[in-house]
């Protein structure tokens, strides 16, 4: 779109730009259109990679497609700019008015006093002889129980298509709910009725034994699952991989390895949200420019940047972090797009850990590990001291929600109960064993003494040499 008031780029100083900008907002908030419309064109016109002038002469303008065309520009001039992108998204219909969270408020929690009723959209029986159909990990396709005909899945993208932007979901309502409701359903087959209890999604009807999958009102406020690892083990092999997990370590008990059979493990899809994105962390330091004996400290400043791929934080409050992070990483590359079928005859959960609470966790945890390595990477083989980190700013975050398998158990020794988790893609086994502290002493009687030992042969070195006398 051409527009009269913007001619040519002028020549400007960065201070200018800056007075001009700042001239043309308070005209916005005065109310003074023409004014305002006339200083942010000048502004726009100083300098067109700018996304202010143009994010602001959308505010002014009353026109649907001069507005987006303004927003075009400012996103063009700065692809990251969320509030640009969030009104673009607006104005094309990419987004729905009615969800978005207005600046300031908050979203409510739902807190539902009973069982909510569901419905039951896929429930996966044989073809050939009406059993019951279950995703097979080793076949890779559902496996019908009694007649063993199989159905392959189709899968029409990889992880890296399923990025979604952040900011179109994190300013409405569904980026900030999660599931809170236990639900009532009648199965389709039986008729019988059962209680699910909240963040299911998926389960097994426990009258006739077939596998659905559950929707239901409050399940259309979340995110839907946009990826998913299908489970690769069977029971039997995660099992093996408690044993030999059990059987690893130098201060467990002998008797322990037999008590993989009494674990209780059970299988199920969890939710997780993973984050990609880069951060920008300003940092500042005392920079010596004068020598080691007569310093001159000066303050230096700047940006570092760090890239973020597959952030994972977990959609599900109820696992047990530390074992959690012993059964990690997941081979987040080789995640599929997710279609009901992979949860026939699984368990599976959705999240009860909200988008927007997710986004903080991952912020954190990628500020925490730039900042513990800025010290690293910025004024390398340059004396400085005070480096500080300051203000953050986080460029073109995307989000995905995946199912991952998980198999989740426990197991009793001694009278004490010990948690554990089985990464159902790879096999890695994370979760607490019992020490025993009779091998513990035993090590540091060992080490002690051995100490000792070479302790007095020194010594009786240094005697032999004269080096010491009695």
């Known amino acids: 779109m051409n527009h009269p008031e913007f001619f040519r780029r002028l020549d400007y100083d960065d201070e200018?730009?800056?007075?001009?900008?700042?001239?043309?907002i308070a005209a916005v908030k005065g109310n003074d259109k023409l004014q305002a419309r006339s200083l942010l064109f000048k502004a726009a016109g100083m300098k067109p990679s700018d996304p202010r002038p143009w994010l602001w002469l959308s505010a002014v303008s009353e026109d649907t497609a001069e507005q987006i065309d303004f927003?075009?520009?400012?996103?063009?001039?700065?692809?990251?700019?969320?509030?640009?992108r969030r009104k673009l998204a607006l104005l094309t219909g990419k987004l729905d008015a009615q969800q978005v969270v207005p600046e300031g408020e908050t979203v409510a929690p739902r807190n539902p006093q009973e069982p909510e009723p569901a419905q039951a959209v896929e429930t996966y029986l044989c073809a050939q002889c009406g059993g019951h159909l279950t995703f097979d990990s080793i076949q890779q396709a559902l496996v019908c129980e009694f007649c063993g005909a199989t159905r392959q899945i189709a899968s029409s993208y990889r992880?890296?298509?399923?990025?979604?932007?952040?900011?179109?979901?994190?300013?409405?309502?569904?980026?900030?709910r999660w599931a809170e409701a236990e639900h009532i359903l009648s199965c389709q087959r039986c008729g019988a009725g059962w209680l699910l209890p909240a963040a299911q999604m998926a389960g097994e009807c426990p009258y006739c034994g077939s596998r659905q999958v559950i929707a239901s009102a409050e399940s259309q406020e979340l995110v839907a699952p946009q990826v998913i690892a299908p489970a690769v083990l069977d029971r039997s092999q995660v099992e093996r991989a408690v044993r030999d997990w059990l059987g690893q370590g130098w201060f467990i008990p002998d008797d322990l390895r037999k008590l993989a059979r009494s674990s209780a493990l059970r299988p199920a899809y969890y939710p997780f949200w993973t984050f990609d994105g880069t951060l920008e962390l300003r940092w500042s330091a005392q920079v010596n420019e004068g020598s080691q004996r007569m310093p001159v400290w000066r303050t230096h400043s700047g940006a570092e940047l760090e890239m973020f791929d597959d952030e994972l934080v977990s959609g599900f409050k109820g696992l047990e972090e530390k074992a959690l992070a012993g059964a990690l990483p997941f081979r987040l590359?080789?995640?599929?797009?997710?279609?009901?079928?992979?949860?026939a005859g699984?368990?599976?959960l959705t999240y009860n850990r909200s988008l927007s609470d997710a986004t903080l966790l991952a912020r954190e945890q990628v500020a925490r590990r730039l900042r513990r390595s800025l010290n690293d990477r910025v004024l390398v083989g340059v004396e400085h001291q005070h480096l500080q980190s300051g203000a953050t700013n986080w460029i073109a975050m995307s989000y995905k929600l995946a199912l991952l398998p998980l198999w989740v158990g426990s197991f009793h020794y001694k009278?004490?109960?010990?948690?554990?988790?089985?990464n159902g893609q790879t096999g890695k086994v994370g979760g607490q064993k019992p020490t025993d502290w009779v091998k513990v002493f035993a090590f540091i009687a060992s080490a002690l003494l051995t100490m000792g030992v070479v302790a007095l042969l020194l010594w009786l070195l240094a005697y032999s040499l004269g080096w010491v006398t009695i």
């Open 333 to 343: 590359k080789e995640l599929v797009e997710f279609k009901p079928e992979y949860l």
């Open 71 to 84: 927003l075009e520009h400012a996103v063009s001039a700065d692809p990251g700019n969320a509030a640009a």
């Open 159 to 176: 992880a890296e298509e399923a990025e979604q932007p952040l900011d179109f979901t994190l300013f409405t309502t569904r980026g900030h």
């Open 346 to 348: 699984w368990t599976a």
């Open 415 to 422: 009278g004490r109960e010990y948690r554990l988790i089985v």
């Open 16 to 24: 200018q730009f800056e007075r001009t900008v700042a001239a043309g």
